[in-house]
């Protein structure tokens, strides 16, 4: 049984449809599989009266060629119930684009339907800005654009029944308390939401069987899809390889993705657009370096410099073991228990990129010279108001946080909070919050 589960982003659908009634489009984007459809589709029924759901990944032409000509509005909407066997009603019923970068003209209709003011109109997409998809379109400026991440560690433990857990650790977060004896179960609890994932379909086998190798398996096949979209993006095979090498890039100690060093030999602008790809599909987060670091930071990053992680910790799991047919259960259970030997700090680093960029931060980081050999290195930077917050990971040890002292003493004047994110409780240091990894959200 497939479960519907309960998303944020609805809430924000009900603010769009309350305030702007009619006078824009809304689109949400997000990688394959990460709910956008499910979501929409749960709306109109619950919010509407009636709505159509054209699904351009299977849709026949004679519906699409409907959007080829627009000068007859009464014929196109009298097509569509026609076809969709649904009657529609002034004000009282949406009509939804899914995958609309499979019909660009669909989406340049846009304009001319929100101006008609008839009916609501949802969009979903995953690669909406990809060259082929937009490139004779016009954008309509009456889209609004939403993000859809996959479900974030307060979705996760609703999925699984669980109303109460994020508001108490905010409380403990807000009066900057310790858990103490309930602080083992806190970061189980999180480690499991970093090997299940936040991809619902992985979310939903978990709990309908508890067995890993199965949730393994589910996310082997979105990733399998992501593959399939990227070679048909780019025969060449080498996005698809960008993307499987996140984890061991990641795993280096060389504070970025190397790209030449995955791809080999590739022309500058070629590589340029497969990262562009990349990043608009959405199965990822880019963490840009940040040149000086700053409230600005957007003005003053490198866009040569980066770091790419996984949209989804889960997922990211699934890609490090890639070289098994299956990821063991034996495995599965070691992480959870906090008992397998690998260095897990990179896998810490990619939640917490994911947890920040799900709450609506870009992500930037900082490196400089320590001598000839080494960089310190700052995790994350935040901007908050006119100043930085700081953060430094650390998987295990925390008695040296030397990067964050260097920095704070550097940029002291830009610096409001500064936070060690890590696997212990949460205790203060001087000036310095040492955060468990399960409080990242309330940043």
Same mark, same amino acid.
């Given at each position: ?11 924000? %659908? ?42 351009? $990944?299977?849709?026949?032409? =004679?519906?699409?060629?409907?959007? $080829? ?19 529609? +009603? ?8 899914? =995958? ?53 560690? =307060? ?29 083992? $179960? ?21 709990? =309908? ?66 990262? +562009? ?6 199965? *990822? ?19 040569? +410099? ?32 906090? +008992? ?20 609506? $931060?870009? %992500?930037?980081?900082? *490196? ?76």
């Amino acid at each position: 049984m497939e479960r519907i589960f309960k998303r944020k982003l609805y809430a924000r %659908l009900l603010e769009w449809k309350r305030v702007q009634n009619g006078k824009t489009a809304i689109l949400i984007e997000g990688a394959r599989r990460v709910g956008k459809s499910t979501l929409v589709e749960q709306f109109a029924k619950n919010e509407y009266e009636s709505y159509i759901l054209i699904d351009f $990944n299977e849709t026949s032409e =004679e519906v699409k060629s409907l959007f $080829n000509n627009l000068m007859n509005k009464d014929f196109i909407f009298l097509q569509l119930q026609a076809l969709y066997n649904v009657v529609l +009603k002034e004000r009282k019923s949406v009509i939804i684009f899914d =995958e609309v970068q499979k019909c660009p003209l669909a989406r340049q209709a846009i304009k001319y339907l929100v101006k008609d003011g008839r009916y609501d109109y949802i969009e979903t997409g995953s690669l909406i800005s990809i060259k082929k998809n937009t490139k004779d379109i016009t954008i309509p400026s009456e889209e609004e654009r939403l993000t859809m991440y996959p479900m974030d560690y =307060e979705e996760f433990r609703w999925a699984l029944g669980d109303e109460t857990t994020t508001s108490l650790l905010r409380t403990f977060y807000e009066k900057r308390l310790p858990l103490d004896k309930a602080h083992r $179960n806190a970061m189980r609890d999180f480690r499991l939401y970093m090997l299940v994932g936040g991809m619902p379909q992985a979310v939903n086998t978990y709990i =309908e069987t508890n067995n890993f190798s199965l949730v393994d398996h589910a996310k082997r096949g979105i990733i399998q899809v992501y593959k399939d979209d990227f070679q048909k993006l780019d025969e060449s095979g080498r996005l698809e390889t960008l993307f499987m090498q996140i984890p061991s890039q990641l795993n280096q100690t060389n504070n970025r993705y190397k790209p030449y060093n995955v791809l080999g030999d590739v022309d500058d602008d070629k590589l340029l657009e497969l990262l +562009k790809n990349l990043e608009d599909s959405k199965t *990822t987060l880019f963490s840009y370096h940040s040149n000086d670091p700053n409230v600005g930071m957007s003005l003053t990053k490198n866009v040569s +410099k980066f770091k790419i992680f996984c949209a989804d910790t889960g997922i990211f799991v699934t890609l490090a073991f890639w070289d098994k047919d299956h990821t063991e259960n034996i495995i599965y259970k070691k992480l959870l228990n906090d +008992k397998l030997n690998t260095n897990l700090g990179y896998v810490y680093e990619n939640v917490i990129a994911q947890m920040l960029a799900a709450n609506g $931060n870009k %992500l930037f980081y900082y *490196t400089w010279p320590k001598d000839k050999s080494h960089n310190y290195e700052i995790d994350f930077l935040l901007s908050r108001g006119t100043k930085l917050h700081p953060i430094e990971v650390k998987s295990s040890g925390y008695k040296a946080h030397k990067s964050l002292d260097v920095f704070c003493q550097k940029f002291s004047h830009i610096i409001e909070r500064r936070y060690l994110i890590y696997t212990k409780d949460l205790k203060k240091e001087n000036e310095t919050l040492l955060l468990p990894v399960y409080m990242t959200p309330f940043l």
